[in-house]
């Protein structure tokens, strides 16, 4: 099995005879639109196609995987309920899912968990391997701006989801989790109270955007408690998650 970096946080996971692409934004070419490991390999490959969206934010939704339909008529959408609710796509378009539902079929089982900003997380199950997407679930607080009583509540908020979450999943093969250094000096807390409350054999820094240095300086914290982390350093770059 293979997991795959897009960008920002986009990634898809590669397994036999199956493909799941989850949080799209932009392709991973930097030069030209629409060209990149989906467009030139994913979209094109054989076996079964999932797309994931966990909210509506543009960094996480882009409306162009509706298009897709085209070239492969057999993709399987599902999205959470949010973006139907802020009309950027329609109820035709996809499965839509909330925190605490759960969408199976005989090749992959997806439960939508919470999350501190919009829309949803998504616990996959496929093939014998357990991921974890965390969407905009974080730690998220500016600790340079934000009162002591707004960084209490952001962090009482986030430690209660990840304690759901826990119940269901005290261990996870795989973590796709934001790093992103764009809200200040705590920006990796989330990160390092997720690790040391759910038992992580893989890491992944995701919504860094162009801060690979930030998203990547977790990987001292990561393998301490343990992860294997995976040092992101280019758009398009694939891991193997099962060696």
């Known amino acids: 099995m293979k997991l795959d970096y897009i960008y920002h946080s986009g990634f898809a996971i590669e397994a036999d005879g199956v493909t799941v692409i989850i949080d799209y934004y932009k392709d991973s070419s930097e030069e030209e639109p629409n060209r990149g490991i989906v467009h030139d390999r994913l979209l094109k490959k054989p076996g079964i196609l999932y797309v994931l969206s966990s909210h509506f934010h543009p960094d996480h939704f882009n409306r162009e995987v509706l298009s897709w339909k085209e070239e492969r008529p057999d993709i399987r959408y599902i999205f959470s309920k949010d973006i139907?609710?802020?009309?950027?796509?329609?109820?035709?378009?996809?499965?839509?899912?909330?925190?605490?539902?759960?969408?199976?079929?005989?090749?992959?089982?997806?439960?939508?968990?919470?999350?501190?900003?919009?829309?949803?997380?998504?616990?996959?199950?496929?093939?014998?391997?357990?991921?974890?997407?965390?969407?905009d679930l974080n730690n998220w607080h500016w600790s340079e701006e934000s009162t002591p009583q707004e960084i209490r509540k952001a962090e009482g908020d986030f430690l209660a989801e990840v304690k759901t979450l826990r119940q269901k999943a005290p261990q996870v093969d795989v973590a796709m989790f934001p790093v992103d250094s764009r809200i200040g000096k705590d920006y990796m807390r989330g990160a390092e109270q997720f690790v040391e409350r759910i038992k992580t054999t893989i890491f992944a820094p995701m919504h860094f955007s162009e801060d690979y240095q930030g998203g990547n300086a977790f990987r001292t914290f990561a393998e301490s408690e343990g992860c294997r982390f995976l040092t992101i350093s280019r758009r398009g770059e694939s891991f193997d998650i099962t060696k």
């Open 84 to 135: 139907l609710k802020h009309r950027r796509a329609t109820a035709e378009d996809a499965t839509y899912i909330n925190k605490g539902d759960v969408c199976e079929d005989g090749h992959i089982r997806i439960e939508a968990f919470g999350s501190t900003d919009v829309g949803i997380s998504f616990l996959i199950d496929l093939q014998g391997v357990r991921l974890f997407h965390a969407g």
